[in-house]
């Protein structure tokens, strides 16, 4: 492809991606095909010959976009949402233009700079303490790891990395309401899944501390070693607040890393009403929260916090001499503040949100996100056949239709679910909650409007009414 063809070509599908966007809304939430549908109208043989662009395109119209779920329709509350804006769009186009691969200072140097300086918007943005220190990794799962590998190399004195695992056991610590990706990052971490200790949380779903503390000291009691505790602001099923403060002191108390990860809900905490939820975070050793779940930065791009980069640089830096420069001692090379070595220009975009929108503007989107939940939340409350299953601190809302015999309302709210999610106007999904079938709506999508809400709750109401049984 010659330049014209791709000057002529990108035309062609900016016009296609603006369209998307306004039209988004028209397409079902969830593709209507079955397993291999997609798989067997692509050719088992790549092409020995190039193929036209205009061929390659059709195809992605004709084939590919039926099969996509799309994130970006204000009607996908399934999840938490893959963020985007048209500002972080634009970023992505420039930055796959620029093909920086950002791994050392000298290998792009307006990368690393702009990411310092950007990390640091953030970390005032959300309040938090001057203490800590930014890097963007790709996912909070990554960023989780970081963690948990750098409370292991810091309590070993880096002997683990050296040396590897001796007779000593180390124990890890969460709610039961915890995110997968924790118990996933004590495996790869060597820990080993029966060393993961899932604490009890309250009627909130919310960690109780106390329990914490007893665990923490029978574990030592019985020869452990307890490494890290990850609390959470915001978890995966309720956005339940853990107690941050208490664990921050119960952690202090035994040297053992505390990670926060607030991967969702920390985003929330650009409004200054809201940093009760935060409160204990400062003294935390690490804090991680992703900008494409709810900054309307496109994924991935995960910003990560923590208290000791030292600590965080010497578990992961490897310095041959192929990627030694003159500059080293006086710049940051962020291949050393993670797991990958190859980094991409995430800076750029996240730099673009922020200044295209502006602090108040993010701040009045979270504002009216959170405004639609607590609504949500009041009319389920007053619905008779409806209960609310958690508390809604936030946007994401878990309830459940109880207009039925209790042996029978698992299965009838997972109809109830399915039948709406294959109509294609409304996708949602399920989560469980005191053993019970749980309906849950989570929507922070950026051009999401109080309709896309009222319009979700009257098809729930319209096709539980179906399944009604008077008593």
Same mark, same amino acid.
């Given at each position: 492809m010659n330049?014209?063809?791709f000057r002529?070509h990108?035309?062609e599908?900016?016009?296609w991606m603006?369209d998307?966007f306004?039209?988004?809304? *028209?397409?079902?939430v969830l593709p209507?095909i079955?397993?291999?549908?997609i798989?067997?109208?692509?050719?088992n043989?790549?092409?020995?010959k190039?193929?036209?662009?205009?061929?390659?395109?059709?195809?992605?119209?004709?084939?590919?976009m039926p099969?996509?779920?799309h994130?970006?329709?204000?009607?996908f509350?399934?999840?938490?949402p893959?963020?985007? %804006?048209?500002?972080?769009?634009?970023?992505e186009?420039?930055m %796959?233009t620029l093909?920086s691969?950002?791994?050392i200072?000298l290998t %792009?140097p307006?990368?690393?700079?702009l990411e310092e300086?950007v990390m640091?918007?953030?970390?005032?943005?959300l309040g938090l303490?001057?203490?800590?220190?930014?890097?963007?990794q790709?996912?909070a %799962?990554?960023?989780?790891?970081?963690a948990?590998?750098?409370?292991?190399?810091?309590?070993?004195a880096?002997a683990i990395n050296?040396?590897?695992?001796?007779?000593?056991?180390?124990?890890v610590?969460?709610?039961?309401?915890?995110?997968s990706?924790?118990?996933k990052?004590?495996?790869i971490a060597g820990?080993?899944a029966s060393? &993961?200790?899932?604490?009890p949380v *309250?009627?909130?779903f919310a960690?109780?501390a106390?329990?914490?503390?007893?665990?923490?000291q029978?574990d030592i009691?019985a020869?452990?070693?307890?490494?890290?505790?990850?609390s959470?602001?915001?978890?995966t099923s309720?956005?339940a607040?853990?107690?941050?403060?208490?664990?921050?002191?119960?952690c202090?108390?035994?040297?053992?890393w505390?990670?926060?990860?607030?991967?969702?809900a920390?985003?929330?905490?650009?409004?200054?009403?809201?940093?009760w939820?935060s409160e204990?975070?400062?003294e935390?050793?690490?804090?991680v929260?992703?900008?494409?779940?709810?900054?309307?930065?496109?994924?991935?791009?995960?910003a990560y916090f923590?208290?000791?980069?030292?600590?965080?640089?010497?578990?992961?830096t490897i310095?041959?001499?192929?990627?030694k420069?003159?500059?080293d001692?006086?710049?940051?090379?962020?291949?050393d503040w993670g797991?990958?070595?190859?980094?991409?220009?995430?800076?750029?975009?996240?730099?673009?949100?922020?200044?295209?929108?502006?602090?108040?503007?993010i701040q009045?989107?979270?504002r009216?996100h959170?405004?639609l939940?607590?609504?949500?939340?009041?009319e389920?409350i007053?619905?008779p056949?409806?209960?609310?299953?958690a508390?809604?601190p936030?946007n994401?809302?878990?309830?459940?239709?109880?207009?039925?015999?209790?042996?029978q309302?698992d299965?009838?709210?997972?109809?109830i679910m399915?039948?709406i999610?294959k109509?294609?106007?409304?996708? &949602?999904?399920?989560t469980?909650?005191?053993?019970?079938?749980?309906l849950?709506?989570?929507?922070?999508?950026t051009?999401?409007e109080?309709y896309h809400v009222?319009n979700?709750?009257n098809?729930?109401q319209?096709?539980?009414?179906?399944?009604?049984q008077?008593a």
């Amino acid at each position: 492809m010659n330049t014209s063809d791709f000057r002529k070509h990108a035309h062609e599908l900016v016009d296609w991606m603006a369209d998307y966007f306004e039209n988004v809304e *028209d397409y079902p939430v969830l593709p209507d095909i079955k397993p291999g549908q997609i798989l067997n109208q692509i050719p088992n043989n790549a092409p020995d010959k190039a193929d036209p662009f205009e061929a390659i395109f059709k195809d992605f119209k004709d084939v590919i976009m039926p099969g996509i779920t799309h994130w970006e329709s204000p009607n996908f509350m399934a999840y938490f949402p893959a963020n985007k %804006s048209k500002a972080s769009v634009l970023a992505e186009m420039l930055m %796959s233009t620029l093909g920086s691969q950002c791994m050392i200072w000298l290998t %792009s140097p307006a990368a690393a700079e702009l990411e310092e300086q950007v990390m640091i918007w953030l970390r005032e943005m959300l309040g938090l303490s001057s203490n800590y220190t930014g890097v963007i990794q790709d996912t909070a %799962s990554t960023a989780t790891l970081c963690a948990l590998l750098t409370a292991r190399e810091k309590a070993t004195a880096f002997a683990i990395n050296e040396d590897g695992f001796g007779e000593q056991k180390f124990t890890v610590y969460a709610s039961s309401e915890i995110h997968s990706s924790i118990e996933k990052a004590v495996k790869i971490a060597g820990f080993g899944a029966s060393q &993961f200790r899932q604490v009890p949380v *309250d009627e909130n779903f919310a960690m109780r501390a106390e329990v914490l503390a007893e665990t923490i000291q029978k574990d030592i009691a019985a020869g452990f070693l307890p490494i890290c505790v990850v609390s959470a602001i915001g978890t995966t099923s309720t956005t339940a607040v853990d107690p941050i403060a208490k664990i921050s002191e119960i952690c202090k108390r035994h040297n053992i890393w505390h990670h926060v990860d607030a991967a969702y809900a920390g985003t929330a905490l650009v409004l200054p009403e809201l940093r009760w939820m935060s409160e204990g975070v400062d003294e935390a050793d690490s804090f991680v929260f992703n900008p494409h779940k709810w900054m309307f930065t496109n994924f991935d791009c995960t910003a990560y916090f923590v208290k000791d980069p030292v600590a965080l640089v010497n578990t992961f830096t490897i310095t041959p001499d192929y990627l030694k420069t003159s500059v080293d001692e006086e710049v940051k090379n962020y291949r050393d503040w993670g797991i990958p070595l190859g980094r991409r220009f995430r800076a750029l975009k996240l730099w673009f949100v922020i200044r295209e929108m502006g602090v108040e503007g993010i701040q009045k989107k979270i504002r009216a996100h959170i405004a639609l939940g607590k609504w949500l939340a009041q009319e389920v409350i007053e619905h008779p056949d409806f209960e609310l299953m958690a508390p809604v601190p936030l946007n994401t809302v878990c309830f459940r239709f109880v207009g039925a015999p209790p042996d029978q309302l698992d299965q009838i709210n997972k109809a109830i679910m399915n039948e709406i999610n294959k109509s294609g106007k409304l996708f &949602f999904t399920q989560t469980k909650l005191l053993d019970q079938f749980t309906l849950r709506l989570a929507f922070g999508n950026t051009n999401l409007e109080a309709y896309h809400v009222e319009n979700a709750w009257n098809q729930i109401q319209e096709v539980s009414k179906t399944y009604k049984q008077e008593a």
